[in-house]
């Protein structure tokens, strides 16, 4: 298995890659959703606002991650994972933990300060993320399960509490993915 950073020329097949993964696992309406959202990803989010990696096998996209830019009045440099899938026939085999693993140090290579996601602490827990409050990082939308909002610091810090509002990128910024 291969991991690196995306190539565009690739978009249709990481945009198939999610409509299959979330088809299969939470029915063809959230494929779609999250295969409209990556799409929006790739197509119209500013490059310096977008990382997206990818792992590879036997040159088929097995796997595939994004993360997108947060904007805090603090100014600090934050990014959000979401969201990220495993080829339903690669699962658990620690493809999904590798490619957070390889995403997370691309960033912080990268200056970011920050990362956040909103998904099961169970699985995120894996990697670093903690459950966290709107307290201590506001969210950009109304979270409809805040027990799923995660952040970790990747300058080896405690979180301290960001004061003010958040903002996500364009296609992030729908009530319904929150
Ligand atoms: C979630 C996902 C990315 C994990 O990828 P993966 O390659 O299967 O994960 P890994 O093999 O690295 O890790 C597997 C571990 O995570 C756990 N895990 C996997 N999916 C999980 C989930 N949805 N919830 C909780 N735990 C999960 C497994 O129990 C396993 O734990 P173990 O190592 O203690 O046995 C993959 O299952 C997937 O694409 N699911 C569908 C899409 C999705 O839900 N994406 C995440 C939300 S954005």
Avoid at 27 to 51: A, C, K, P, Y
Avoid at 95 to 123: R, S
């Amino acid at each position: 298995m291969k991991l690196s950073t995306y190539n565009p020329n690739n978009a249709d097949k990481i945009e198939q890659l999610f409509i299959k993964t979330f088809s299969d696992s939470e029915g063809q309406s959230e494929g779609e959703v999250i295969g409209h959202l990556v799409r929006e990803f790739m197509d119209s989010t500013d490059v310096n606002d977008l990382h997206c990696f990818i792992a590879t096998e036997d040159e088929q996209i097995i796997g595939s991650i994004f993360f997108t830019r947060m904007i805090f009045e603090s100014g600090i440099n934050a990014f959000i994972l979401s969201p990220v899938a495993t080829h339903t026939d690669h699962q658990g085999k620690g493809v999904g933990q590798k490619l957070i693993n390889f995403g997370l140090t691309a960033l912080k290579e990268n200056g970011v300060e920050l990362a956040i996601t909103y998904g099961d602490p169970n699985f995120y827990s894996k990697v670093g993320f903690s459950v966290i409050t709107e307290q201590v990082v506001p969210a950009p939308q109304k979270l409809e399960q805040p027990e799923g909002w995660l952040a970790q610091s990747l300058v080896g810090d405690e979180i301290e509490p960001i004061t003010g509002k958040s903002h996500c990128v364009e296609a992030l910024n729908k009530p319904e993915l929150w």
